[in-house]
């Protein structure tokens, strides 16, 4: 990548919540405290070049059941909550935004794409959590919607897989979702290489 015009660009960062860096979560993300380190330094980065910040967050209203997408997941209703927190130190800025979602993907249920279309932005770089389930649904939704979509391989991570027949740890994970991403849903990169394209742009 060559060049991205920051004032067309928006870091959508995807569902870095308080449970994947709980060790007593079921969902815990091991490493997952190194990679909030580096996504604030990229986020501080990325925002002090002029490209627009918007987290994300899977929140249920009160009193909603849990959807079909979302009961297969280890969802609980007491922690409704603090569930939707993201990971301390995280801290929206205040020239930031912060969509809660009802379902995998940003798009789903949200203002995203009208946010998105009335800043004037074209190209969307995701990180976050997790590659094959949230990420990878806002990339996919993303390019149906003709965002030029930038995968930023070192600032996602994903969960291993353990079905009866499936057994992948979370790098297999990862790997594979980052190898559909770069086959027909955007283009594959890493974080530095995002930061030099938008100081060039």
Not at 2 to 19: C, G
Not at 26 to 54: K, N
Not at 104 to 109: D, I, K
Not at 184 to 201: E, F, I, M, N, Y
């Amino acid at each position: 990548m060559d060049r991205l015009r920051p004032e067309h660009t928006a870091l959508l960062l995807v569902d870095l919540q308080r449970p994947y860096f709980d060790p007593a979560s079921p969902v815990y993300l091991r490493g997952g405290e190194d990679l909030v380190a580096r996504t604030i330094a990229f986020v501080d980065a990325a925002r002090a070049a002029g490209a627009r910040v918007i987290w994300t967050a899977t929140r249920l209203r009160p009193g909603v059941p849990v959807g079909r997408t979302t009961k297969r997941f280890p969802y609980k209703e007491a922690n409704r909550d603090s569930w939707s927190d993201l990971a301390d130190p995280i801290s929206v800025g205040s020239g930031d935004l912060l969509v809660h979602k009802p379902r995998h993907s940003a798009f789903y249920g949200t203002d995203l794409d009208p946010i998105l279309r009335s800043l004037g932005c074209t190209d969307v770089v995701v990180a976050g959590i997790t590659s094959n389930v949230c990420c990878f649904a806002t990339a996919l939704d993303a390019a149906a919607r003709d965002y030029t979509v930038w995968w930023v391989e070192d600032l996602i991570m994903a969960l291993p897989i353990s079905r009866p027949g499936f057994g992948l740890d979370g790098q297999a994970v990862h790997y594979n979702t980052s190898a559909m991403v770069a086959y027909s849903v955007g283009t594959v990169v890493r974080s530095h290489g995002v930061l030099t394209a938008l100081a060039a742009g």
